[in-house]
């Protein structure tokens, strides 16, 4: 039923599916290769394809998924459905439905919090996480009026696909690309693939608490990556690596949020070892990615 049969090892050829999980139709796209599964789970906003890039190199070493999460890209879109408990049962639902089990699961953003509570609570589905540029300190840091105020500044809907490119890469040069990716044409032009009011739901979550416990309970090796331009406060991302009981830390110079956009190079040299010892040795803890 799904297309992990006939896969060429190493084959980077996109494909698309989707499936039903209590209701709720999540999309995904499957970038081929052989080998462990390996699921990545994309920030507030974004999609699987801006993955892309990332799957590229992990192709040839993994069978790799990209999820579009609710709310996000081809998914369904309910309203008043994104709290982290639904969130984290999708992803553990694509892991079983594209027999990707033990997963190894990289997020980015709000990816990054889905796969580390979803290591926590569903163990036996995930053997190893990536967790790119997020904090665990989240409480109380009341985010949802900036991210209106920068809704609100968008020119949507854009004429041409040039004004999108020349709107956000102005704010930064890899925005350029990342967005391109998660705007549909309408009649009147391009909006995005997400409703403004579902992502205020998102972020309302991860402002109301923080997500300490869960890390605390992942028990697979963690690789935790920041940015060193990027606003996530650099101690906490360093504790977070000393809490997991197998966490390591890499930061990737001159990157910021989005870190495998901003320096993809530095991005592959920061996670590529992590992955490759995983892939060499699912049971041991990487001893050569980034510092502890």
């Not at 989707?18 to 462990?36: C, I, R």
């Not at 993955?51 to 369904?76: E, K, N």
């Not at 996480?129 to 020119?155: K, Q």
Request: charged content about 20%; hydrophobic content about 40%; proline content about 7%.
């Amino acid at each position: 039923m799904f297309p992990n049969k006939g896969r060429d090892a190493g084959c980077f050829c996109v494909r698309r599916g989707s499936f039903n999980a209590d209701g709720v139709s999540l999309a995904y796209v499957d970038f081929g290769g052989l080998g462990s599964g390996l699921l990545l789970l994309h920030g507030l906003m974004g999609r699987a394809t801006t993955w892309a890039g990332t799957a590229s190199w992990m192709a040839p070493h993994f069978h790799t998924v990209g999820l579009d999460q609710r709310g996000h890209g081809l998914s369904s879109k309910p309203d008043n459905a994104y709290s982290r408990d639904l969130y984290v049962d999708d992803a553990a639902a694509a892991i079983s439905e594209l027999g990707l089990a033990p997963a190894i699961v990289i997020g980015h953003s709000m990816g990054a919090l889905n796969a580390w509570v979803l290591a926590a609570r569903y163990p036996e589905l995930v053997r190893g996480v990536v967790l790119e540029d997020m904090s665990a300190e989240t409480a109380g840091r009341n985010t949802i009026p900036g991210w209106r105020e920068w809704f609100e500044s968008w020119p949507v809907p854009f004429p041409t696909l040039a004004d999108l490119r020349a709107f956000f890469g102005a704010q930064r040069p890899s925005f350029a690309d990342y967005f391109m990716e998660v705007f549909r044409e309408h009649p009147d032009g391009y909006r995005p693939l997400f409703d403004f009011g579902h992502m205020y739901q998102s972020v309302a979550d991860w402002d109301s608490h923080s997500y300490w416990p869960e890390l605390e309970a992942v028990q697979c090796p963690a690789l935790v990556v920041k940015g060193s331009e990027s606003d996530e406060p650099g101690p906490v991302l360093q504790e977070m690596a000393r809490r997991l009981p197998k966490g390591h830390y890499a930061e990737v110079e001159g990157a910021n949020h989005v870190v495998h956009y901003d320096s993809p190079a530095g991005w592959r040299r920061a996670v590529e070892p992590f992955l490759l010892e995983l892939a060499d040795s699912p049971a041991t803890a990487p001893a050569r990615a980034g510092r502890r």
